[in-house]
């Protein structure tokens, strides 16, 4: 009984660090993305890929993100 539930607190862990895994998304590691930022970029975009494309002149145009923010997002993708 005792090794099942050492190995139940085992697998349980590792479901919940995989899933934590699965759900990352390349928008958490920019400075000044929060939740609401980021649904409103996906939103408009449809993929964290389709950011990664778009020019600072298009990811200004989504509401909530000034000029300087989408250079920032362009500069975090982009490498500058």
Do not use: C, M, T
């Amino acid at each position: 009984r005792l090794r099942d539930e050492a190995h139940r607190f085992a697998i349980g862990a590792h479901r919940a660090k995989r899933k934590k895994a699965l759900a990352a998304n390349p928008l958490d590691g920019v400075p000044g993305i929060g939740a609401k930022r980021k649904r409103a970029l996906l939103n408009h975009f449809g993929s964290a890929k389709e950011i990664a494309r778009a020019k600072p002149q298009d990811l200004a145009a989504v509401e909530g993100v000034s000029a300087a923010l989408a250079q920032k997002i362009y500069d975090y993708f982009h490498g500058n």
